[in-house]
């Protein structure tokens, strides 16, 4: 299995503000995506990271406020502009394997508070 | 588009004892891989089992297991001899087989809080 590690953990962040969370995999994987998980919620697909190129974002959700970057095979970054307190959720980096190319692996999330 | 339904917001088991969390799901396509995740507080998504829907045989994980229906649309997850440490959040989790890009995204259940109980 892949390990995938983000940070930061947690943040609380002015409004107004951006914040950048990083994300690093262990080992080559095929596709990488960012989730949003608010309060006592599922998961819900932000976009999908493109190595090399723009990123697919999902609808509901537009690159200007959630720039994402994957210069290479194992890392990408994902950054929460110009935060509200609405912004106040988990994000999580998800990968999935080269080797097997069907599950999915997970990140720790990063929590964000936007006071 | 797929949708992921899991009816159940809470569950509760006694510790050694049998539970079963349901999930349904809905798609038009033929191949796909279905998941049960596990999320304790500490927020880490961990997998729990995965199960192929070209495969008539139910996948198993020690004590955890599945009953996949396809014709249902139906994928509900066994967990035997329950202990404290299974006590998290469950979603379930829909993908389709298709490698390209987005659609090999996953699809998320609302999620079924599983309390273990002494």
């Known amino acids: 299995s892949a390990v995938i590690s983000q940070k930061p953990s947690r943040d609380i962040c002015q409004r107004g503000t951006s914040l950048t969370i990083q994300c690093q995999v262990d080992?080559?994987?095929?596709?990488m995506f960012w989730y949003r998980q608010q309060p006592g919620q599922s998961l819900t697909l932000i976009a999908t990271a493109n190595q090399g190129s723009e990123a697919t974002y999902e609808s509901g959700f537009v690159i200007d406020k959630f720039p994402i970057s994957r210069p290479n095979l194992t890392f990408s970054t994902l950054t929460v502009s110009n935060m509200s307190p609405e912004d106040s959720s988990i994000y999580l980096c998800?990968?999935?394997?080269?080797?097997?190319?069907?599950?999915?692996?997970f990140g720790q999330g990063t929590r964000l508070t936007v006071v | 588009a797929q949708t992921v339904t899991q009816s159940q917001p809470e569950m509760s088991v006694q510790e050694a004892e049998t539970v079963t969390l349901s999930c349904t799901y809905d798609t038009s396509e033929s191949d796909y891989y279905l998941f049960w995740y596990k999320q304790p507080p500490s927020r880490q998504m961990i997998l729990v089992i995965r199960?192929?829907?070209?495969?008539?045989q139910n996948a198993t994980e020690n004590r955890f297991s599945v009953n996949f229906q396809k014709a249902a649309k139906s994928f509900s997850l066994k967990i035997s001899d329950s202990q404290l440490g299974d006590a998290a959040m469950y979603f379930c989790?829909?993908?389709?087989?298709?490698?390209?890009?987005?659609?090999?995204?996953?699809?998320f259940g609302t999620g079924t809080r599983l309390q273990v109980t002494l």
């Open positions: 080992s080559q994987v095929t596709m």
């Open positions: 998800s990968a999935t394997s080269r080797v097997t190319n069907t599950e999915a692996f």
């Open positions: 989790a829909y993908r389709s087989a298709r490698l390209t890009g987005t659609a090999s995204k996953l699809t």
């Open positions: 199960q192929e829907a070209y495969k008539q």
